[in-house]
């Protein structure tokens, strides 16, 4: 990892103007952060937000929001890092409506583990074949960027598969959300599972749909094959979703999946969801993020909890989900800060909602080389979709726990889902 000299001050750094240039946009991230991007973006204010977190306001011209997303990752070794928002105004906005101190110390659910007969049910059947499929076919796509026709087809194409899943389910309902100004003409994906003994607590997976080509220069035909970054979230909610609907199964709380559009150049399309559910009073209990789930290579832990920007009790309850379900199965955990910014938790933690995320393995040297380029494919992970396995069994421990599972019978033998 590069390091760069401290400073105490923020100073204007000129940035190159040329006639007829993109519009400009604005990003709000880590004070360390800016300093990494400071060859591209221009400080308008500094801020320090409910956490403590020192923060930069910058400008940046949109056409070179890639490059901003590579400097992150080559610089600090991780994905995302910042907020993107079309007007100054919005951007601080955002920094005046934080309540990422609400999110991280508050609990908005009791969780406890006594869903065991649903969840253990579900594990065995996971399907690797499965998740590499879908990994395969949003990886197909030129790109999946937000500004381009193939970012709209793509997010088309998981609505459906979503929907084909709940076939003949009243009580679900697949959706493009398109209220985000900000992410062009590719919309995020809802699907809905209705609860029905506490249908006003809302239960969220979701994962980001799109790609990007760190050199791609704001390019609609760039290739961004992403599938890591993040074809693989989709892939495990995919068969999360699979899974349990197969079963039959009916959650006590409404339970959301969600692909985000537009997280590469902001995380806009999951804050706009998060912004307009806190503006609506809708009450989510609990986020799980699910972000690059499939590399894994050399002697490393198989999974790791994001320590920062997340919310504490939903934290030490992931730890008792994998220590419950992932642990028996030979699997082992870790930790990893993320920083600020890295990924769509991020979005909720700021609009007050409990969010928590697990993160891949990756190598000794931290995790997927690949991402944002070219050479994120499946046949630089070995042409399997293993690793994500574990990931699936997460999230639907993580279901199963959060959403609960309603009593199918008042009295008799119980059905062979919930006897096992």
């Known amino acids: 990892m590069e390091q760069h000299d401290r400073v105490s001050t923020i100073a204007p750094v000129p940035v190159a103007t040329v006639p007829g240039s993109p519009r400009k946009v604005f990003l709000v991230s880590s004070r360390e952060t800016f300093r990494g991007l400071s060859g591209l973006a221009r400080p308008r204010r500094?801020?320090?937000?409910?956490?403590?977190?020192?923060?930069?306001?910058?400008?940046?011209?949109?056409?070179?929001?890639?490059?901003?997303?590579?400097?992150?990752?080559?610089?600090?070794?991780?994905?995302?890092?910042?907020?993107?928002?079309?007007?100054?105004?919005?951007?601080?906005?955002?920094?005046?409506?934080?309540?990422?101190?609400?999110?991280?110390?508050?609990?908005?659910?009791?969780?406890?583990?006594?869903?065991?007969?649903?969840?253990?049910?579900?594990?065995?059947?996971?399907?690797?074949?499965?998740?590499?499929?879908?990994?395969?076919?949003?990886?197909?796509?030129?790109?999946?960027y937000f500004a381009s026709a193939t970012g709209r087809e793509s997010a088309e194409w998981i609505r459906d598969t979503w929907a084909s899943m709940a076939a003949g389910r009243s009580d679900v309902t697949t959706e493009l959300f398109t209220a985000c100004a900000a992410c062009s003409t590719q919309p995020s994906v809802v699907l809905t599972i209705a609860g029905t003994t506490l249908p006003d607590e809302v239960v969220v997976l979701g994962a980001h749909l799109d790609s990007i080509n760190g050199n791609g220069g704001g390019s609609p035909v760039q290739s961004a094959p992403g599938a890591d970054d993040d074809a693989s979230g989709i892939a495990v909610l995919t068969e999360t979703l699979r899974i349990a609907l197969a079963s039959g199964w009916r959650p006590k709380r409404t339970v959301k999946f969600m692909g985000y559009a537009a997280e590469e150049v902001g995380l806009r399309g999951s804050n706009a969801i998060a912004q307009a559910y806190r503006g609506a009073g809708v009450d989510v209990v609990a986020v799980l993020q699910v972000d690059m789930t499939n590399y894994r290579a050399g002697a490393v832990q198989d999974m790791k909890l994001v320590t920062d920007y997340s919310s504490t009790s939903l934290k030490a309850f992931f730890v008792q989900l994998f220590d419950a379900y992932l642990a028996p199965l030979g699997h082992t955990r870790g930790t990893y800060t993320c920083g600020y910014g890295c990924s769509d938790h991020a979005s909720w933690t700021n609009a007050g909602y409990p969010a928590a995320m697990m993160f891949e393995a990756g190598d000794p040297g931290g995790s997927f080389p690949y991402i944002h380029t070219t050479s994120d494919t499946l046949a630089m992970m070995g042409d399997t979709a293993q690793p994500s396995v574990k990931f699936a069994q997460f999230a639907l421990a993580f279901l199963g726990e959060t959403a609960k599972t309603r009593a199918m019978h008042t009295g008799g033998p119980l059905p062979p889902m919930a006897r096992r």
């Open 46 to 144: 500094a801020h320090r937000d409910a956490t403590g977190t020192d923060l930069v306001v910058s400008e940046v011209d949109a056409a070179r929001l890639e490059e901003a997303a590579g400097l992150v990752h080559r610089i600090e070794q991780r994905c995302g890092g910042f907020f993107a928002f079309d007007t100054r105004e919005k951007a601080e906005a955002f920094l005046r409506s934080d309540r990422s101190t609400a999110a991280i110390a508050a609990t908005q659910a009791s969780y406890a583990l006594d869903n065991q007969p649903t969840v253990v049910h579900w594990l065995p059947q996971v399907r690797e074949s499965r998740i590499r499929d879908t990994i395969a076919h949003l990886s197909s796509y030129q790109n999946r």
